[in-house]
């Protein structure tokens, strides 16, 4: 066959590349419109969803318009939504029940706030370790500051001159001067530190910390409500909440006078031999007195009726109603909160709850969308409503603050349907595969994590086998399951005999429980605590030295190391698993096995504490404790700076 | 033209094409990003360490009244070890345990209260976080909000149990250990370690940590002092070229002993202190101070605390200061009566003698801090705050 001329040659090729770049931005564009509901910001690649390769974000139904956290106008009708991986913060005019606009943010937003003077907002990025103040009148980035790791909740003091940060990943809030456009200080604030609150007088600023802080695993876990002057960022109080864990929601009572936390009381220490009654988890609503740190708990639920993972709370201007979400249950609960006061003493935090005092004070609940989460009062008079983020509905829920009757709904994006990992963070959400509703996976896994306790399940032996409750986020091709390793699938893992050891009632139905599989494999692992600050270069040097240590092969004085006590034989990448069990020696008395399944490094950092018991609460502890050596790993003949080093690597993993 | 160049030709340009607009929108979008708020960044750190502040503070010489505190007041010991003033609040390191002043109340910490060990090495202060750190014989603790926290060799990267000094720099914690310096990064939770394997120390057994603009001192038992540029991690040291750990052969010729007690730094002057007496270092030349010659105390000097270019100073023979430009020494020691005797040499010659009615409770001095109106002093006996005389 003769070849084309060069010249006919070039002009096709340039007319087919250039109807063939024309073909491709027209699909593009459509499908930019498709699996967002948007319009394309300037000129997207692919890379942006499908970063990393892999399904988009999009499509894994996470990077839809979530309403992660609300914000409402003090001046009167807009609520301001962050909505998450959508990069984006909803402005919705709750009186006309309308969505006005989006305003494009520099990343994850995971927490909003408004200055007093509704000219400012402060706006998390929680990929970004840092906030951006926005211009809500211009839709324009200000201001950017750095803070710490996945900021979260955020909120202005009384005056605006400060903004406090949750800083969920560094456990730490962050004070950041908004004039300055600088962080002025940073300080502990507990464990995984989600929202912030201010106090009407401007006195206090609260965080309060989602976990328990890491205990050693005989000991009640407490969570922690940080109080800060508002005035100065200083630490003022810690108030530990006995029990309390998954706290994702606080408001201060009008009168200042106190912190009102919605949480779960859980009884990790007890063997989990039934579900009924709050044998497991209860929820409550914790009332801390800002001047002495006492506490009270007051039952959310009934005896035969739960409110699981109780999250975001509102209360009104006078003090007299209060409104918490139950996102387990996607209901929205009005509570009468004089009844509460009046039933004080009989809720002292040193005592178990009685469920039945909740009908003192419990008025009504209110159906709402999947997974609802904060809860914001907006506007006044007859036009006040009760804003509640419909988390997997993608909407905001406007209720009368009345009553908490559904007035109006706002959606933030278009109707699409739910795929597979879509329709699993639902039943992963949902408390209704637990007998009576008590709990749902959330409950202990919170955004697929863990609750860093330990778990005594009856089945193996009343004392026997007492278990930390593993992280789910990366768990994709790191089968088997289980701590033992006996589960070949999450389908089994999460099966039938999960809900006799565990939910006490009915399987999740097959069709459902592959959803959930969907779900918990599209979760990446959880990031890195360890960041490399380049102004700080002797910092960078550990994790390089830590890397040749792990993959070492010869102790220091060039002896080999059997292969069977090199860390990457057990610990191979991508996974650092070999997907085996193993015997490193650390099976305990009351262990009916000491072989577990090798766990998946990646994000290890953010897993404490650690062994199958739970019992080493730091990285350095699983190899300083005694009983372990040489046994886990060849480590006797490093010095503590080669540790060090070795620590850092996994923490950069 | 070969036939497969003719059809390689075009097929290269096409996808070098796709290549640019693939580019080409990454970056836009990223310059989209970038272009959507101001940049802020923090302000470069002074590069010269050694520069002196146009506002240097004034040496304050003389202390004429002084009050002490001991258990009767609410100390947990007279032992006094360390101590840290901030205005009118008062933290307090003792052999028995620690306490705090706050608005005038105390506040103690012991073993009950959750603190590893009793002897509390040293004291320091994150006041903007109002975060405490304290260095034991035991580990590390960090007192904030009223919780106790407690940092240990096995449970943390600190490198050693045995605390000696700790210090807040920004965001970072310096721990002083008998195994090298820890560091702490207090937004990230990492540890990074120094020791002789790591750095150019000759031995790891650390006493103290100063901290300046870009540079970090560390003040090493025979080792002299070691200064680490945080921002490059290059080292350099400073040694007594003397070689010689029994005496101190020839003064101003380097680091006044191989053996550093303690290390401050202040305006652009680096203080040394040995159990030969006491240095300082200006970035360009060192000059020792002794008892015979100069006139502090003693020569077996414990802590220094440098203002401007002054140095104050505890020795186990009493409480001194040095005016280091105008080379002139005060000593306060306690005569048998209990009385205070202060005598003054300037350039080595006596060019004052006075005596107080009150003053240090005791000779065994282990901390100093000067504040606004004077000078805290913690002793053996009891922690004393001397009154600035009228000048």
Known sequence: MKLPRMRTVLIVGGVALVAGAAAFHAWGVAHVRKVTGNEPQG????????????????????????????????????????????????????????????????????????????????????????????????????????????????????DGTLVFVANS????????????????????????????????????????????????????????????????????????????????????????????????????????????????????LASVDVATGAVSLFPLQSVNRAFPDPAGIAVSADGATAFVAASGAHVVASMDMRAMRVAEPLCDASKDERFSLSVLWMRGRTDVREMPGDVEFVGTGTK?????????????????????????????????????????????????????????????????????????????????????????????????????????????????????????????????????????????????????????????TAVERGTALFFRMKTKKGVAIPAEQQCVTCHPPPHYTHLQRADVGTGGDHDNTSSFDVPHLTGIGRKAPYLHDGRARSLEEIWTMPGVEDHHGVVTDMNKNELNDLIEFLRSL | MKPILRLAIPVLAAAGVVAFIALRSV??????????????????????????????????????????????????????????????????????????????????WGKAQGLPHGFVTSVARDPAADVTWLGTMKGLVRISGGKVEVFTQKSSGLQNDVVYHVRVDGALLWCATPAGISVLDTKSGSWSLFDQDNSIMAEPWCYSVATGPERVWFGIWAGGVVELNRRTGAFRDYHDPDGELEVDLLKDDGALHEVTSFISYDSGMLWQTTYFGVARFDGHRWRSYGEKDEGIPGDFVVHVAG???????????????????????????????????????????????????????SDYATWVQPVADGIWVATGAGLSHGFAAKQ
């Open chain 1, 43 to 158: 000129m997207p690649s692919c890379i942006d969803c499908h970063r990393g390769g892999g399904p988009a974000k999009y499509e894994r139904g996470i990077a839809r318009p979530t309403p992660v956290d609300l914000a409402a106008d003090p001046r009167g009708r807009l609520v301001y939504a962050a909505c998450g991986a959508f990069q984006r913060v909803a402005i919705v005019d709750a009186e006309s029940a309308v969505l006005l606009r989006f305003i494009a943010v520099p990343g994850d937003a995971t927490g909003v706030a408004v200055s007093p003077k509704g000219d400012l907002l402060a706006v998390s990025l929680d990929d970004q370790k840092a906030i951006v103040f926005v211009d809500p009148a211009e839709d324009r980035i200000v201001g950017r500051v750095e803070v710490g790791l996945e900021p979260k909740g955020l909120a202005f003091n009384a």
């Open chain 1, 169 to 284: 990943g560094s456990g730490t809030v962050s004070v950041v001067d908004v004039a300055a456009r600088t962080e002025r200080l940073t300080a502990p604030a507990g464990r995984d530190p989600y929202r912030v609150a201010v106090s009407r007088d401007g006195a206090r600023a609260a965080v309060v910390a989602r976990m328990a802080s890491l205990t050693t695993p005989e000991q009640v876990p407490t969570s922690e409500l940080t109080l800060l002057d508002a005035r100065t960022g200083a630490i003022v109080n810690r108030v530990a909440l006995p029990s309390c864990h998954l706290t994702e929601g606080l408001a201060f009572s009008p009168d200042s006078a106190r912190v009102l936390v919605p949480t779960l009381r859980v009884r990790n220490l007890l063997p989990i031999t039934q579900v009924a009654r709050g044998w497991v988890m209860s929820s409550v």
């Open chain 1, 384 to 540: 006040a409503r009760v804003a509640v983020a419909e988390r997997l509905g993608d909407s905001i829920a406007l209720l009368s603050a009345a009553g908490g009757a559904l007035v109006a709904r706002v959606a933030l994006g278009p109707a699409v349907d739910a795929d597979a990992p879509r329709r699993g963070i639902g039943v992963f959400n949902s408390a209704e595969f637990a007998f009576q509703g008590d709990f749902s996976c959330r409950s202990c896994h919170p955004d697929g994590h863990t609750d860093g306790l330990t778990y005594d399940f009856e089945i193996d032996g009343l004392g026997r086998d007492v278990v930390l409750n593993r992280s789910l986020q990366g768990i994709r091709g790191t089968a088997p399951f289980k701590w033992n390793g006996l589960n070949p699938t999450i389908q089994r893992q999460c099966g039938m005999r999960f809900a006799t050891v565990l939910t006490r009632a009915d399987p999740i139905p097959e069709a459902k429980l592959d959803d959930l599989v969907a779900y918990l494999e599209s979760m990446p692992p959880p990031l890195p605590p360890a960041g490399k600050d380049p102004a700080r270069a002797f910092t960078t």
């Open chain 2, 27 to 108: 970056g836009a979008s990223d310059d989209a990003r970038a272009a959507e708020g101001p940049d802020v960044r923090p302000e470069p750190m002074a590069a010269d360490p050694w520069a002196a502040p146009a506002d240097l503070a004034k040496p304050v010489l003389y202390f004429d009244r002084w009050e002490t505190l001991t258990t009767k007041d609410g100390l947990p010991s007279d032992r006094v070890s360390s101590v840290l003033a901030e205005g009118d609040d008062l933290f307090v390191g003792t052999e028995r345990g620690f306490a705090a002043r706050r608005a005038g109340k105390w506040t103690t």
């Open chain 2, 307 to 361: 203002r401007g270019h002054t140095g104050y100073i505890a020795t186990d023979q009493g409480f001194g200061v040095i005016d280091g430009d105008a080379n002139v020494c005060v000593s306060y020691k306690r005569g048998k009566d209990g009385r205070t005797a202060v005598r003054t040499l300037t350039k080595g010659k006596e060019t004052d003698v006075r005596t107080y009615d009150t003053g240090p409770a």
